[in-house]
Structure formats: C-alpha cells, structure tokens
C-alpha cells in the first residue's frame, strides 16, 4: 500500500527546500525550490501550447549543463519570468552556482516557468519584479509547505473555482521518496460534472484530502476565462537519474496533470513541469517485470510522480480560499 511521506510534501525528498512570496493586493505570487548547493539533475515537459518558461532548452540531454540550482514558479506571466532574476542575484551572491573560473564566479541555473493571472488584482499587471524573487529564496525552508492561495498560487483560477499551491509525496517499496509542488491555474476543471466530485480523488493517501473531497458540489459555469490558464509545476525524486530520465519522468508526471484536470495542455494552457533528481538513492538493479531493472525502477518514479502530482493538484484546490470573487471548492454549493 502506497504511503505519503512525513510532510506529505516535495520536501520529503532531502534537500530541497520551498517559498513563497504572495502580494495579496496583486493577487499573484512567486514560489522558489531550492536545491542542494551542488544542485540537482533535472529535466522539463513543456505540454501546453501557451508556455512562459525560462532556461528549458537547457535541460535537453543533450546539452552541457547538468544540474540546477532552483526552480522558480510565478504568477504575473511574462512579466513574472523577472522574478527569477532574484533568485539567479541572491544565489550568486552565496556563491551557488555552475563554476565560471577559479576565482568564485558562478552562475545559478534557474529555470522558471509561469502562469496567467494578469487582470485578477489591483492592476492588470502585478508588480512583480527581481524582488518577489529574493524574498521567495529568503522563506525557503524543509518541512510542511504553504499551500492554497499563495506562492505561484495566490491568483490561480482552476476551471472556474479558486486555484492554489498544492504539495504531495510517496514513497515507494524500493525506499526511494517522490514529490511534488503544483500551481493549478488551469482552463480545464478538477471536478467530473457528472458528480461534482474531483477526478482523481481515489488516489487520495492517509486521509490528505479530508472530508470536503467527498461532498458534491454544484459546478460554477464553463469555460471560465479562456487565455487566462496554465498550470506548472516540480516533482522531484531523491533516486540517481542523469537528465534523460529526469526528462521521461517529467512526461510521465504530466499525465497526473491530464487526469486530474479535464481538458487539459490546450490553446490556452502552458503547462510545464520540471522534475528534479537530489541522486542520493541508487535505483534498484534486481530485474523487472518489464525488462532492464533501471528502466523498471525509472518507470515506477515516473508514475508515482503523476500520483502525486494528481494529489498535489487536488490539495492545492482544496486548501484555498475564496478570494477575488472566485469560489473555493468548499464554498461552492452541495449537490442535492
């Protein structure tokens, strides 16, 4: 039987960390995973057709870079790209990076991606800028993460009810943790109209979901303001994988994306999700059911990773508020 890890969270994978700068009167935000000092491999899915993302061609395989230094998840779409910068500045200044010379020049490789939340608060474009970068890098920490409407999260829409920050974990029979951290701003709606209840809530763990997740609901209209959507995200494992591998596991992970939220990776979605390795645990070599014992334990990563990221979606739902006129799922009305 599948079990979470002790925070339910991506930082259940040692190492990493997570913050979270939110702007209630901009109604966006801006959330950072920092990695180990010496990084963590990595590799991105880009499945959506709208993206805003930052450093994703850097992740290709075949490419000179192995490992990252954080992940930044923001609102404000393009614009929300500059709070990466913050996170690149605060890191140099630690002297966390790719080496440049022998001299303590670094470069952080921060990849980043976006989500559309423009029009939601007090201006159309948030102030988001360097600074929501550095004051994210300076919350991080392990242990429980701050999900709901805040973060990346703060002015996400999901199918027309409140969107959030979300955050799961399993660990798997090997010993090897997976996790992962969502905002879920997305066209497509979590809930299945024939029942108002969440698609994927069979998968829940150890009771995460609670009660709520049980109680239909009444559907607020759709489609909710199309060309406003995207959801992101990180999943994160502390097994050895090189950047090919971490590259399939995030393309597995996106489909937890596409059966929690229906539909999903449209026109007016760029869903991106980036998949880190901390390499501390070496994969099982015993041989699979499916063939070559790396690729069986590979494949396994792979779907307890779209578990979580599945839960992580649900949760991330269920812990906001009602805010901006958006309902949560709790104050949406029961079905008779």
């Known amino acids: 039987m599948p079990t979470s890890g002790e925070f339910n969270c991506i930082t259940d994978v040692a190492g990493l960390k997570v913050g979270s700068f939110s702007d209630e009167k901009a109604f966006s935000g801006t959330t950072c995973v920092l990695c180990p000092p010496e990084g963590a491999v990595a590799g991105v899915d880009v499945r959506g057709a709208a993206p805003g993302t930052r450093e994703t061609d850097l992740l290709n395989?075949?490419?000179?870079?192995q490992r990252v230094h954080a992940v930044v998840l923001s609102g404000g779409s393009v614009y929300g790209?500059?709070?990466a910068d913050g996170v690149v500045r605060g890191l140099s200044e630690k002297g966390v990076g790719f080496p440049l010379d022998d001299k303590g020049?670094?470069?952080p490789i921060v990849p980043a991606a976006v989500l559309f939340d423009l029009g939601r608060g007090a201006e159309f474009v948030p102030p988001v800028?360097?600074?929501w970068g550095r004051r994210a890098l300076k919350a991080v920490k392990e242990g429980q993460v701050e999900q709901g409407a805040c973060g990346a999260g703060a002015g996400a829409v999901a199918g027309g009810v409140k969107g959030g920050l979300g955050s799961a974990s399993q660990i798997l029979e090997s010993g090897i943790v997976v996790g992962a951290l969502v905002a879920v701003n997305s066209l497509g709606s979590l809930l299945n109209p024939l029942d108002g209840l969440f698609w994927e809530a069979r998968l829940e763990l150890d009771g995460e979901m609670g009660e709520a997740v049980n109680q239909p609901k009444v559907l607020p209209p759709w489609p909710p303001e199309p060309a406003r959507n995207t959801t992101i995200g990180v999943v994160a494992t502390n097994a050895v994988l090189d950047k090919a591998q971490c590259t399939k596991?995030?393309?597995?992970?996106?489909?937890?994306l596409a059966?929690?939220?229906r539909p999903a990776h449209t026109m007016f979605d760029g869903d991106t999700i980036f998949a880190l390795a901390t390499c501390e645990k070496e994969l099982p070599r015993e041989p699979g059911v499916f063939g070559p014992a790396e690729a069986t334990a590979v494949s396994e990563i792979g779907h307890a990773a779209a578990d979580c990221l599945s839960r992580a979606i649900i949760k991330g739902v269920l812990a906001a508020k009602t805010m901006g006129g958006w309902p949560s799922f709790k104050d949406l009305s029961p079905r008779d």
């Open 129 to 131: 800028n360097a600074e």
């Open 259 to 261: 059966r929690s939220i």
């Open 249 to 256: 596991i995030a393309q597995m992970a996106q489909d937890g």
């Open 105 to 107: 020049h670094v470069a």
């Open 81 to 83: 790209l500059a709070a």
């Open 61 to 65: 395989p075949v490419n000179l870079v």
